[in-house]
């Protein structure tokens, strides 16, 4: 967890200050404007600590928040926020919400952790609900380019395991 001026430039990798940046909804009241807006404040939260934004930025239905109290899960990400530093922010590619209103953004955050450098990579999906982004899911990237994403059955850019999802829901529902 790092203290942070408002003026000092943003930790999500932007050439904006906090205050331009991430700052805007992690404290002046403005949601984030996009999916890869809400990922990279969420980013710059953990760095900061500021960990009831990323419970009122979570999806209900995440499995990280489900069947959890707010202090418990307030708990577990400050102490996560403690031990993990984070250095840098990478956004590797964007989706736009496909039919379902789910958009994506592909990332790696290096960090360090019990003196260990290490990287998270993730495709995340996030979904607007009331106006605001939430973040719903993340899983891997695919073992490939992030730039080789195959095209899903109505031609939405999706990663392997949600083209198998969509064709396993379209053989359910017929």
């Known amino acids: 967890m790092r203290a942070i001026g408002r003026n000092e430039a943003c930790p999500c990798g932007s050439t904006n200050k906090l205050k331009r940046c991430c700052g805007q909804p992690l404290y002046g009241g403005h949601p984030a ?29 995440n499995p990280a928040v489900a069947g959890i109290s707010l202090e418990q899960l307030r708990l577990e990400l400050l102490d996560y926020c403690r031990r993990v530093t984070f250095h840098q922010l990478t956004v590797h590619q964007t989706w736009s919400p496909d039919a379902r209103g789910i958009a994506r953004v592909s990332f790696t955050a290096a960090f360090e952790s019990d003196g260990e450098a290490s990287s998270l990579s993730e495709i995340s999906d996030f979904v607007m609900e009331q106006g605001r982004w939430q973040y719903l899911r993340g899983r891997p ?3 490939h380019s992030f730039q080789e994403v195959p095209q899903s059955l109505d031609n939405t850019p999706l990663g392997v395991l949600e083209a198998q999802e969509a064709v396993m829901y379209r053989a359910a529902t017929g």
């Open 141 to 143: 990237p695919l073992a």
């Open 33 to 61: 404007s996009s999916a890869e807006a809400l990922m990279r404040s969420r980013y710059t939260a953990y760095v900061l600590g500021e960990v009831d934004y990323l419970f009122q930025t979570t999806h209900p239905t």
